[in-house]
């Protein structure tokens, strides 16, 4: 857990719900190219069953991102944790133990949420490592799906929310059956951010492991 819309009229609204979806995506890629928010993130894994209900794990910290291929996630509840992807190399680092996992970066974000968010600036290059298709307006929000092309990884789908244009909800599923839902809150668009934010440096005394 530390480490988841009698007729043509209808039909007509729901293709005008659905563009919205894409040309939220296409906006946010060329608009917006840093930010910065809070987030709570809501994890829940597959009921077992001897349980009545799913487990579920709730998490807080803040995020922000700077195009192309930077990004930081700092967990601050319940446990402390830093995800920073500085261009080159993804860094973890986990606070209980003291421990650093650095991976390059081209190996493991190419079909993640983080890519649909930092990577680049045109859709065109999302579309070589997700489909994209956008879906219904439910919950106040514009809906755009995206499965990765690649089958094999543990990723199976991503949900991406906006409101009025702006990046609210990531719901993400993989394939063990468990969901991650991230919902945004307090988002500063084009946040004054430079590369040298996203430089991370291993604690002193940590354990760094490169898999």
């Known amino acids: 857990m530390k480490k988841l819309m009698i007729a043509s009229a209808l039909s007509l609204a729901a293709v005008g719900a659905w563009a919205d979806g894409l040309q939220d995506l296409e906006k946010f890629l060329r608009e ?5 928010s809070g987030f709570t993130q809501v994890v829940t894994s ?3 069953s001897t349980e009545t209900v799913a487990r579920s794990k709730t998490s807080t910290g803040t995020f922000e991102f ?19 992807a500085d261009g080159q190399t993804l860094w973890l680092y986990d606070v209980d133990l003291n421990q650093v996992t650095a991976r390059g970066q081209k190996e493991v974000l190419g079909s993640t949420p983080a890519a649909l968010i930092a990577a680049g600036t045109d859709i065109k290059g999302l579309s070589d490592a997700f489909e994209l298709k956008a879906a ?5 929000l514009e809906w755009l799906e995206a499965k ?3 089958r094999n990884g ?5 949900r991406v929310g906006f409101k009025q244009g702006q990046l609210s909800v990531l719901d993400i599923e993989d394939s063990l059956g468990q ?11 084009n946040a004054a951010l430079k590369a040298d934010d996203f430089k991370f440096q ?7 492991m490169r898999p």
């Open 32 to 36: 917006v190219s840093s930010g910065k």
């Open 46 to 48: 597959p009921k077992r």
């Open 66 to 84: 700077l195009r192309p291929n930077r990004f930081r996630f700092e967990y601050t509840k319940p446990f402390e944790q830093t995800i920073v």
């Open 136 to 140: 219904a307006a439910r919950d106040g």
């Open 148 to 150: 990765p092309k690649d």
């Open 154 to 158: 543990q990723l199976q789908m991503v």
């Open 179 to 189: 969901r991650s839902v991230l919902t945004f809150n307090n988002w500063q668009a």
């Open 202 to 208: 291993p604690p002193a005394g940590a354990s760094v």
